[in-house]
């Protein structure tokens, strides 16, 4: 065959290969990122409270935000739960060079807002090994890779932004309940309420890496922010990603309002009724680095344009 027609169809071939890759995978470095977080945070095992996988989940999340600048500290607090006391902590990051020594310190710092997710998994009778991948391992991965473009792009943004790793959101029954669940956002919760001035908004994330990512946000979201949502989605058009249950939804934001920080939850749509919530299948299977693209470009559009509101 004449080696100019090889060429020919081995042009024609990569083009094909190269638009077939950029319809089935429109992945970047930062949605690659964020998956590689959430694997290495998987490979912890279980995140279940006062768990080895939570604690080395933490200690991997505290690494990693150290190397662009972030000081971590944890928040703890024993509670009474359906199976006895237990000890939950959050994990709280603040964009400080000068490393903070006590948790007061932290506290008092000025913040604009706060970014945050919950890292434990849930305890599941029947299945040990429960990894919750997307709830909520992708969503504290994404938060990691958010913190660093902060960092190195709007350093004097991030520094108005605190960012916490709930504990003990998932409850030790089946459902979240007023006196099971969301352990680690009450007690955090009431330290807004002695802020001064207190936080303007917060961000929530949860299941924000499905492959089919489907993004519906409680009906009682704060419209401020969710007009901001809506706004990112269009920019980076992913519009067709992100909608507004008919419900309210019970997770980490409930408390963060109730003392009076507006905050919406961005999590994955009709979540309760899939074939994988709570299941085997939350694994890393469920996640996609296209998907951690979408969240990511959303998210941080939302946090560059309150942190920067006036």
Not at 148 to 155: A, Y
Request: overall charge negative; aromatic content about 10%; hydrophobic content about 35%.
């Amino acid at each position: 065959m004449n080696t100019r027609i090889v060429f020919i169809i081995l042009g024609i071939s990569g083009i094909g290969f190269g638009l077939w890759y950029w319809l089935t995978d429109r992945s970047d470095a930062h949605g690659i990122s964020a998956y590689t977080h959430t694997r290495a945070i998987l490979e912890f095992g279980p995140r279940t409270v006062e768990s080895d996988g939570l604690k080395k989940s933490q200690q991997y999340i505290a690494e990693q935000l150290s190397l662009q600048g972030w000081s971590t500290m944890t928040q703890q607090k024993q509670r009474d739960t359906p199976e006895g006391k237990h000890t939950f902590t959050n994990l709280i990051a603040r964009y400080q060079p000068d490393k903070l020594t006590t948790l007061d310190d932290l506290l008092k710092l000025p913040t604009k807002g706060i970014l945050c997710a919950h890292l434990d998994s849930k305890k599941i009778p029947g299945i040990p090994d429960f990894l919750g991948a997307d709830d909520a391992a992708s969503a504290c991965a994404l938060i990691i890779e958010l913190a660093t473009t902060l960092s190195k792009e709007n350093p004097e943004l991030a520094k108005g932004l605190e960012i916490v790793f709930f504990d003990g959101e998932e409850a030790f029954g089946e459902n979240i309940t007023p006196e099971d669940g969301l352990y680690g956002s009450r007690f955090y919760a009431h330290t807004l309420y002695q802020r001064k001035p207190k936080p303007e908004f917060g961000i929530l994330l949860d299941m924000v890496g499905h492959k089919d990512l489907k993004i519906a946000v409680p009906s009682d979201s704060p419209s401020k922010l969710y007009e901001s949502m809506l706004r990112a989605a269009k920019e980076h058009g992913y519009e067709k990603h992100y909608n507004k249950a008919e419900h309210p939804i019970i997770d980490d934001h409930v408390y963060m309002n109730k003392a009076g920080v507006p905050t919406i939850d961005i999590i994955g749509k009709d979540f309760a009724h899939s074939h994988w919530w709570h299941q085997e299948g939350d694994n890393i299977d469920l996640i996609s680095a296209s998907s951690l693209t979408i969240s990511y470009h959303v998210v941080l559009t939302m946090l560059r344009e309150q942190l920067a509101a006036k």
